[in-house]
């Protein structure tokens, strides 16, 4: 089974409290979304391999650390997804970026892929699946899903908060996949809105309703 990590670092409550105050405009909204995505990427990133390697140093050579094995991608859900990328990429700068585009079937209530752009070497990439909520899971577990279908199975779901029933999702469709939050907020209410969340994320990113 998938493990759930929630990153409750001080600094990343205080910034979600930010965002969820309904005062909190599109201009703050986006960059407080940057920041938590880039302090959420250390702590995701942080089982990464390391190698040895030697260096010249202006003293001497010495045998320090650096990453090792695969390279990473961020795969943002579009378009909510789009707010996290830059802040994980200010940390990670030499990581591909792919995108997922869905929407769900009004007769079927499933998701449908009506857009997938991968790195081609995607397969091998230590990829990152982002999206700010994890409401009832069907989107990231659709997502994994059609990564899945394209050979790609090193993958992680970060999001920045989630309800019980999306974790409960993804982890009974995706026992492999790790997910990674900020919060694990009470429940989803009859319109599938995380309580307390902080509203439509791609809504208060873009200013749009």
């Not at 990328?85 to 030499?94: Q, T």
């Not at 769900?104 to 999206?131: F, G, H, N, S």
């Not at 907020?185 to 309580?195: G, K, M, Q, S, T």
């Amino acid at each position: 089974m998938g493990t759930l990590h929630i990153i409750d670092h001080p600094l990343i409550l205080h910034k979600l409290t930010l965002m969820r105050d309904k005062k909190t405009g599109s201009k703050d909204f986006r960059e407080l979304l940057k920041e938590i995505s880039m302090l959420m990427a250390y702590e995701v990133t942080r089982d990464l391999p390391l190698e040895d390697v030697v260096v010249e140093t202006p003293i001497c050579k010495t045998t320090q650390k650096m990453l090792a094995g695969r390279k990473i991608g961020v795969v943002p859900i579009l378009r909510a997804g789009l707010g996290m990328v830059d802040g994980i990429l200010s940390l990670i700068p030499a990581a591909r970026i792919g995108h997922i585009g869905l929407y769900r079937d009004p007769q079927t209530l499933e998701p449908v892929e009506y857009y997938c752009k991968l790195p081609t070497d995607a397969k091998d990439r230590e990829l990152i699946v982002v999206d700010p909520m994890l409401a009832t899971g069907g989107s990231s577990s659709a997502a994994i899903d059609f990564l899945k279908q394209r050979d790609c199975t090193h993958i992680r779901l970060m999001c920045l908060i989630a309800a019980p029933e999306g974790v409960e999702r993804v982890q009974k469709d995706h026992p492999d996949v790790n997910i990674y939050v900020a919060s694990l907020d009470e429940r989803l209410n009859e319109h599938c809105y995380i309580v307390p969340g902080l509203g439509d994320a791609g809504d208060r990113l873009f200013g749009t309703k």
